[in-house]
T-cell receptor
Framework: KAGVTQTPRYLIKTRGQQVTLSCSPI?????VSWYQQTPGQGLQFLFE???????NKGNFPGRFSGRQFSNSRSEMNVSTLELGDSALYLC???????????FGPGTRLLVL | GESVGLHLPTLSVQEGDNSIINCAYS??????FIWYKQESGKGPQFIID?????DKRQGQRVTVLLNKTVKHLSLQIAATQPGDSAVYFC????????????FGKGTTLSVSS
C-alpha cells in the first residue's frame, strides 16, 4: 500500500511569491492534516481537511490556506511568502479520524 | 494555552540499554497521546498511542506510560538498537479524532554500539 506522497519535495521561492504544495493521502484515507516544521517552533498544526471541508484550523495567518478535492488529495497554498515561511511542510492522512495519522516525507520550502 | 513538552532535548545510550523518553503536557482534559519517531530527511513515523482511559500500552519493544495525575507521558524502548537513533516527539490531540496534534519539541536519541 503506497504511503502519503507530497510534491514537490524541495522548492525555492522568493519573498512575495506564492506557493502551492500537494499531498496525496493513503488510499481510502479521507482526512488530511498539514503541519509546519521549523527548528525554532517545531511541528505546528496548520489545518485539517475531511471530505473536502476544513474541519480544524491552527493558529496561522490567512496567508496559509488549503483545500481538498473529491479524491481526498489536498493542496496547501501560502501567499505573499516571507522569509519565516521557510520550513518543512508535512501532511498526514488518516482514515476517518480516531486512528493513526501517517505522515508524508514533507516538502522543504526555502524562501529567499 | 496547551503545550506538550519534553524534559530532555538529547539522550545518549548504549546499544542494548533500555531508553526512557519523557514528556509533560499541560491540558488535563487531553484524551489522546501519540509518540512519533522522525529520522533525518523523513516525516514522523507513528510508534505508539494511548488514550486517557489507559495507564500503559505496550507494543513491540516499546511501552508508553501515562500518568494523568502529574500530566506526564513516557516512552520506554527496550534493548535499544542503533536503528532507534532518531528524534522522538510526543503529541497531544486537540480533537477527539486525533487529526489535529500539538507536538512537543522532541528528544534526540543517540544509540552507540
Amino acid at each position: 500500500k503506497a504511503g502519503v506522497t507530497q510534491t514537490p519535495r524541495y522548492l525555492i521561492k522568493t519573498r512575495g511569491q506564492q506557493v502551492t504544495l500537494s499531498c496525496s493521502p493513503i488510499s481510502g484515507h479521507r482526512s488530511v492534516s498539514w503541519y509546519q516544521q521549523t527548528p525554532g517552533q517545531g511541528l505546528q498544526f496548520l489545518f485539517e481537511y475531511f471530505s473536502e471541508t476544513q474541519r480544524n484550523k491552527g493558529n496561522f495567518p490567512g496567508r496559509f490556506s488549503g483545500r481538498q478535492f473529491s479524491n481526498s488529495r489536498s493542496e496547501m497554498n501560502v501567499s505573499t511568502l516571507e522569509l519565516g515561511d521557510s520550513a518543512l511542510y508535512l501532511c498526514a492522512s488518516s482514515r476517518e479520524g480516531l486512528e493513526t495519522q501517517y505522515f508524508g516525507p514533507g516538502t522543504r520550502l526555502l524562501v529567499l | 494555552g496547551e503545550s506538550v513538552g519534553l524534559h530532555l532535548p538529547t539522550l545518549s545510550v548504549q546499544e542494548g540499554d533500555n531508553s526512557i523518553i519523557n514528556c509533560a503536557y499541560s491540558n488535563s482534559a487531553s484524551d489522546y497521546f501519540i509518540w512519533y519517531k522522525q529520522e533525518s530527511g523523513k516525516g514522523p513515523q507513528f510508534i505508539i498511542d494511548i488514550r486517557s482511559n489507559m495507564d500503559k500500552r505496550q507494543g513491540q519493544r516499546v511501552t508508553v506510560l501515562l500518568n494523568k495525575t502529574v500530566k506526564h507521558l513516557s516512552l520506554q524502548i527496550a534493548a535499544t538498537q542503533p536503528g532507534d537513533s532518531a528524534v522522538y516527539f510526543c503529541a497531544e490531540a486537540l480533537n477527539q479524532a486525533g487529526t489535529a496534534l500539538i507536538f512537543g519539541k522532541g528528544t534526540t536519541l543517540s544509540v552507540s554500539s
